[in-house]
């Protein structure tokens, strides 16, 4: 589990490639603080495992499905990642619960300088969108956000001077491809309203159900 704080923006050294997988070496320096093998660390809002590290870097695999459903497939090396190490008992929750499981991917459509902060317009999928609501949170690459504006084809958020020094997100491109992960409380509600509406309705035991049964 991770806050969406992100702690250190590492680089990829080094990508081999499977058929559909892929390993990747990121050098980075703060996160190896008390790594261990096994280790969780959000890599652009992905969660991870390590697999190697030393000093200077760590390694990851990243299967298959996780390719196809995150923009860890369009990395190149000498590209810059957003990294997190998981949750500690006792830590503080900054920003808010997010899983490392990525809902999918939106684009980038547009930014917009005011004042101090910056405004980035992100398109996305109606699957998506359904679970985004004004002033809830949104992961953006790892990155906890809180949604200023949505609609049926975009949302917005809005990037204090800080998240802008400390994140990859306004280094990226206008149609440049970000990995989304939603509120989760969203998607357990969801799940348990339909679950509720699915459930097949408990007959009684009245004088039709004896009946039937052979009991009258």
């Known amino acids: ?14 990508i081999v490639k499977g058929t559909k997988s892929a390993k990747l070496l990121i050098n980075v320096g703060k996160v190896l603080e008390e790594v261990r093998l096994g280790d969780s660390i959000s890599t652009n809002g992905v969660c991870l495992t390590v697999t190697e590290f030393n000093s200077k870097s760590f390694a990851v695999d990243v299967m298959a499905e996780t390719m196809r459903r995150s923009n860890l497939h369009l990395l190149s090396p000498g590209d810059e990642v957003n990294l997190e190490r998981a949750l500690k008992v006792g830590d503080r929750l900054g920003g808010h619960m997010v899983s490392g499981h990525i809902d999918g991917m939106g684009t980038i459509a547009n930014y917009e300088k005011e004042d101090n902060a910056i ?9 998506i969108l359904r679970y985004i609501v004004q002033k809830g949170s949104i992961a953006i690459d790892g990155i906890s956000l809180t949604v200023a504006y949505v609609d049926e084809s975009v949302f917005k958020v809005s990037i204090i001077p800080h998240t802008k020094d400390v994140t990859t997100l306004i280094r990226k491109k206008v149609g440049d491809v970000v990995n989304l992960e939603c509120d989760m409380v969203g998607k357990y509600i969801e799940k348990l309203l339909l679950s509720k509406e699915q459930a097949p309705v408990k007959q009684g035991i009245d004088m039709n159900f004896l009946s039937k049964h052979g009991f009258a």
């Open 1 to 14: 589990m991770f806050t969406g704080l992100v702690e250190e923006i590492g680089r990829v050294q080094s």
């Open 119 to 127: 405004w980035v317009t992100i398109a996305a999928d109606a699957e």
